[in-house]
């Protein structure tokens, strides 16, 4: 027999607010790494003068690294299913 709608409500709702903070916290991640990476690539060219070569090069990893991470989620999300 199924539960009345009452019922399943808190179930739904938790369920739903933990899938929404997995992806808030996969954007924050995401967000957090590559700002790093820039901030790191520009101090590093104030400090040896190569503007904007380590900017870049910061950008090229972020970028890097944000991909790993959305092959990491979408590799799992279909491992899942």
């Known amino acids: 027999m199924t539960k009345p709608d009452e019922e399943r409500f808190p179930e739904q709702f ?5 899938a929404l ?3 808030m916290g996969i954007g924050l991640q995401i967000a ?5 990476f820039v901030l790191a690539g520009s ?7 190569t503007s904007p070569l380590l900017l ?3 950008v090229a990893l972020g970028m890097l690294g944000m991909a790993l991470v959305l ?3 979408v590799r799992k999300a279909n491992h899942k299913k």
């Open 71 to 73: 092959m990491k989620v």
């Open 43 to 49: 101090w590093a060219d104030g400090k040896f003068g």
């Open 14 to 18: 938790g369920r739903s607010v933990r």
């Open 56 to 58: 870049l090069a910061g």
């Open 21 to 23: 903070s997995d992806y």
């Open 32 to 36: 957090v790494s590559f700002a790093l």
